[in-house]
């Protein structure tokens, strides 16, 4: 008889599976203590993980953290059940008819010849859902959670805006933009203005960098990852001739610096 973990693994057997980690009887009394509240950090550091694995293009390890955020979903839908609130269905059925709600240039009459005429079809259909619900006035943007990381909101909500034609006519001029930032940030006195300041340059930045399509998010992460091969490079040669970061002449720590971008 073939092991049992030969056998192929359906969604509903997944499914079946969180249905008896959260039995009442059967269960484990950990995963029947969560609720919404308690996974909400999971949900997010699951999330991320599945970013650093994308970034590093390791395939095992996509796999592998694609599944835990889906765990996250499935884990939802079964305390959603358990609270005869919603289950896995609904939310199926509510992703697939919005999948085809928002592409009727695939699904019906529509036509979409480009990219970007296909994401104006999407935010079309969407103005037409706020506007079924009552929610006409509301800000295209109001969809945008708060809650994001300050970068990923600006990505977004600067890539909402875009879509809607609020954009520079001359690409250059955002690069003006953020020379008048810069030279406003450098002329701000100490406290809140110089706070303000200083979020209308990265703010800036984050449009530059969109108008370009260069994901700001994924530069950033570029930008921290050489820095920390330059910086443990300086670490290693000062740690070779027995002094410390500290102790080094900054003279001596930018050259160091310098040979390891050269070598990277």
Known sequence: MADETDAPIT???????????????????????QSHE???DTLLEESYEALDALTSGETAELVEELGDVLLQVVFHAQIGADESRFTIADVLRGLNEK???????????AQARTASEGIGQWEGVKAAERSAKGQGERSMLAGVPKSMPALAYAEAVLGRARRAGFDWDDPDHIFEKIGEELRELQEAA???RREEELGDVLLAVVGAAHRMGVNAEEALRGANARFYGRFTHVERAVRGTG?????????????LWERAKAAE
């Open 11 to 33: 969604f509903e057997t997944v499914l079946e599976t969180m249905r008896r980690l959260r039995d009442p009887a059967l269960g484990c009394p950990w995963d029947l203590e």
């Open 38 to 40: 308690s996974l909400r």
């Open 99 to 109: 999948l085809i709600r928002r592409h009727p240039h695939v699904f019906g009459e």
């Open 243 to 255: 002094q410390t970061i500290a102790d080094t002449p900054t003279a001596e720590k930018l050259a």
């Open 190 to 192: 100490p406290g809140r």
